[in-house]
């Protein structure tokens, strides 16, 4: 039954948005965290997506896994603050290289892909309500 | 005129099975919108409504590797040609797939009102107006 499949797609769809907007809300989060080592510096993280079929014989319904969350590997930015508690003992701090504008437009898409899911979500309910009411 | 229940209903069946096969595709590419490389999938209502039609058009076999028009179960699935590829190889347009789920749901919509309406014209004719 075709109908019901399109939950479990769905379903991974709407997880893996979320896994998205998580990963946003802590890189937000973690904007301006500061670290006295480039190692120790907050980096940013996003989820990679990968196609996931259900069956070998049923290539139609494919949902989506979250398959890792790697790291942003640009260098953190070194700034000159003495005055900062983190400071190293020339007085720099390395900020976490998150980049503000980007992780807004990734927030957007991810609010825009999930509501997507939910409208296919709610057509299919309607049409399987529907078709179980057929003949009353 | 011998009446055959199946017929009534047959067209508009497949409808509903061929609908409901292309709202799951086409989740599944809404699903997918933001996998890199995924490439987007449909299904052509239009020709697999033909195939599917009262007297589908069987082709002879005269080898043991040939195929029948006819007899697949599930329609075949295409990849779509991309308007705007993306740089990360998804060929998934948002508001293209959004547009074909409203279509399809109205067709399954419009099938189903069909099929309820043949039902009330049976339940009808069995119980004689009453």
Partial sequence: ?136 | MPLDINAIFDTHAKSLALGSQRIGVLAANIANADTPNYKARDIDFKAAMRDAGPEPVRMRGTQPGHFGVGDREQTEVLYRIPDQPSEDGNTVDAQRESAAVAETALRYQASLSFLNMRIRGLKLAITGSR
């Fill in chain 1, 1 to 136: 039954m075709s109908l019901l499949n399109i939950f479990d797609v769905t379903g991974s769809a709407m997880a893996a948005q979320t896994v998205r907007m998580n990963t946003t809300a802590s890189n937000l989060a973690n904007a301006e965290t500061t670290a006295s080592s480039p190692e120790e510096a907050y980096r940013a993280r996003n989820p990679v997506f990968q196609t996931v079929y259900r069956s070998a014989f049923d290539d139609a319904s494919a949902g989506v896994r979250v398959t890792g969350i790697l790291p942003n590997d640009t260098e953190p930015q070194r700034v000159y603050k003495p005055g900062d508690a983190m400071a190293d003992d020339d007085g720099y701090v390395y900020l976490s290289n998150v980049n503000v504008v980007d992780e807004l437009v990734n927030m957007i898409s991810a609010s825009r892909s999930y509501q997507s899911s939910v409208e296919v979500l709610n057509t299919s309910k309607e049409l399987l309500m529907r078709t179980l009411s057929l003949g009353q």
